[in-house]
């Protein structure tokens, strides 16, 4: 027994990712009422954690503990279930993939016919969805998501989430979607925040340059796209020398700039 005054050892860092999966199963069981977004969340969050455990647990070369992944696995199996029923097809695979290779780390006669199940349904599912383009771009944003959904548990420097945004924001203007394109280039921004390190700035120059094209040419927004062009322009120049993609941006952005402002002059 340890004495009441005795210094606890420090609790593991797989371990602590652990529990803090194992709170968000324990809060579903104990909250059967709560809705389906809660329980989505829930259910993502405690499958991000287990994610972060096994990492962790990978890293330093430990074996993964069964209770790691039998709950990682079950946590996956009811997302896939909700997933569906929410409509999220596209996202369910994602969940499916994810419980084959915890069935796979699992490594018991079991878990490998389980792994094989869900290969098999990844695979029909997945030729559904391609017959589809929405759900097409929906497969690709959901691996997007999914990788910043990890970064945001891990508490990862602002940087690597704003990179994810700006991947995601290409992905919807590509498929000619702008509003959801703004949605994570203003994400972006707020993950580099407004002291932003000098290392940072061509991503900052980027997502307020393709912001600022958005509002000023999609949304109807053109002061608001002013502001945004001339805080890509400031970030353009704090670079210094350019690479060309990031030149092109900027010569792009400086006509954009100057149209608005012969068309807005009190802008």
């Keep these: 027994m340890t004495s009441p005054g005795a210094v606890q ?16 199963l324990v809060h579903l069981a104990q909250n059967s009422d709560c809705n389906r977004l809660e329980e989505l969340a829930r259910l993502q969050q405690a499958c991000a954690c287990y994610r972060e455990a096994l990492r962790i647990l990978r890293e330093g070369d430990l074996p993964p503990t069964a209770e790691v992944l039998n709950r990682h ?8 279930v909700l997933l569906d029923e929410l409509g999220e097809h596209a996202a369910a695979i994602a969940a499916l993939q994810e419980a084959a290779d915890i ?3 699992l490594d018991t006669p079991e878990g490998n016919l389980e792994r094989e199940a869900c ?24 691996h997007f998501e999914r990788r910043l959904l990890r970064l945001e548990v891990e508490n990862a420097e602002g940087s690597e989430q704003a990179e994810i945004c700006l991947k995601l924001a290409s992905v919807f203007l590509r498929s000619a979607h702008p509003t959801e394109a703004a949605i994570y280039l203003r994400r972006a921004i707020d993950h580099l925040g407004q002291n932003v390190a000098p290392t940072d700035f061509h ?8 912001l600022g094209t958005i509002m000023a040419e999609a949304m109807g927004q ?12 400031t970030y353009y120049t704090k670079m210094g020398r350019l690479s060309k993609e990031a030149e092109t941006d900027c010569k792009a952005a400086a006509r954009l700039l100057t149209v608005l402002s012969r068309q807005n002059p009190r802008a």
């Excluded at 696995?73 to 896939?80: M, P, S, T």
């Excluded at 349904?121 to 017959?131: F, K, M, N, S, Y």
């Design 9 to 24: 050892p420090a609790e593991p860092l797989w371990a602590a990712f652990q529990r803090r999966g194992n709170d968000h």
């Design 73 to 80: 696995v079950g946590a996956c199996r009811r997302l896939v």
């Design 103 to 105: 069935y796979g780390l």
């Design 119 to 142: 290969a098999r349904e990844i695979v029909r599912r997945t030729a559904l969805l391609r017959q589809t383009p929405s759900e097409r771009l929906y497969l690709l944003v959901t």
């Design 203 to 210: 991503l900052a120059a980027a997502a307020h340059y393709r």
């Design 222 to 233: 053109p002061a608001q796209g002013l502001e945004h062009l001339k805080a890509a322009i």
